[in-house]
């Protein structure tokens, strides 16, 4: 929000500051913070604090391989600072009515900017990039996240509550998600999507057949769009088999693990963000003469920023999202995650600026949701432990 979503007509000169300006006060309650002790007691404190050492280890290696001044370098990665918002959100004592509430009206704005984005295609009010590819047109804008967050919460709504509204939020919110032509990103959505009507349709015999009826009229709505959509993903797809040098992702791979790195240490503990400065030069002519963005290369290129620190922070995250057992509260949130997971190796989802702030918002919020089932499994049994009581008082 402190990005006004990538508002053009507002300067960068205004929104950077302010965005600066509110990393740091989210710095200040991670330090600060009335419920530091619960903090640590919370599923994702370590991998984020792994996440966040292997930030600032950077500015050192930066300084020391780039000659990049650790100002820069602070002011450079300031995107990142948004992981201290899970800091924030204990320290506020963030309830799960408070998330729900800001998850909606965060939602609510995302989705006008982005249909109001489609409209003016031509001259997007909201971007910090647009791409044309693959037949189509592409737009980031901050913020983007809580669309893919909300079509997930949407469709587990509707497969609870049968509000054929909810429905209709979620297949437009995974239209615009297609329209990105996004490969993995579709390939996410899919999944994601999947797991939730496949949670849902052991609930009861009925609702195996409205899902049938759901998807039939799903595929009969893409099948419009195929030709445009998933035809040029499956066109494109075949090129880069069959030609692997040619590939770009291919060869921005071999290059960042066998030309770019200048020392070991850069290989263990990263090179930092380019930001003013000669380094920053040194990245643009990579991407234009080598063809190599660090966007490309998923988790690699959170390596190639902070090293392996960073890589094990979200190896930790994807196993306690993915792999460990959940209630169906925390459902539409494994699903996001998994659009996350797929874009951790061929895109840049782990260290996107547009999709981070929703991240941490998301990972806190599946935190509280398991919190609240542990309260629950524990009340039945008629005493709850005194952990959880401290936790419920979060």
Known sequence: ML?????????????????????????????????KKLARQGDFYKPIMIFLTGVFISDITCLLFHDQ????????????????????????????????????????????????????????????????????????YYGRGFLI????????????????????????????????????LTIGVTL????????YSRK???????????????????SVYADKILGSLFDLTQKQLSSS????????????????????????????????SAYEDLNDKIREVAKARVGDVGLVGVWVYFGFLAVIS???????????????DQLFIRAYMIVIFAEAFTGFATHNPEIMPTTIFALYWFERLGVNKKIKKASTRRTIPKHLLNEQAL
Request: aromatic residues 22%; charged residues 15%.
């Open 245 to 276: 040098d040619s590939d770009v992702r291919t060869g921005a791979y071999n290059y960042f693990f066998t030309s770019f790195q200048p020392s070991v240490w850069t290989q263990i503990f990263g090179n930092g963000v380019p930001y003013n």
């Open 192 to 199: 994601g999507s999947a797991l939730i009507f496949l949670r």
């Open 314 to 328: 979200w190896l930790m995250v994807f196993y306690r999202t993915l792999l460990k057992k959940i209630s169906d």
């Open 69 to 140: 001044d650790i100002s820069n370098s602070l002011i450079g990665q300031r995107a990142f600072y948004c992981y201290f918002m899970y800091f924030f959100l204990y320290h506020i004592d963030a309830d799960e009515k408070f998330m729900l509430s800001v998850f909606k009206f965060m939602f609510i704005c995302v989705f006008l900017i982005n249909t109001l984005d489609i409209i003016m295609i031509g001259n997007p009010p909201f971007s910090w990039r647009v791409d044309e590819r693959r037949s189509s047109v592409s737009i980031f």
């Open 204 to 222: 009861g015999f009925a609702n195996f057949f409205i899902i049938i009826i759901i998807l039939v009229g799903v595929a009969i709505v893409l």
């Open 149 to 184: 967050l909300g079509s997930f919460y949407y469709l587990q709504e509707f497969l609870k509550k049968k509000n054929l509204i909810y429905f209709a939020i979620y297949g437009i919110c995974t239209l615009y998600s297609f329209l990105n032509v996004s490969r993995m």
């Open 3 to 35: 990005k006004f979503f990538s508002f053009k007509a507002l300067d960068n000169s205004i929104s950077n500051p302010l965005q600066l300006v509110g990393a740091l006060i989210c710095v200040y309650y991670a330090f600060v913070n009335r419920n």
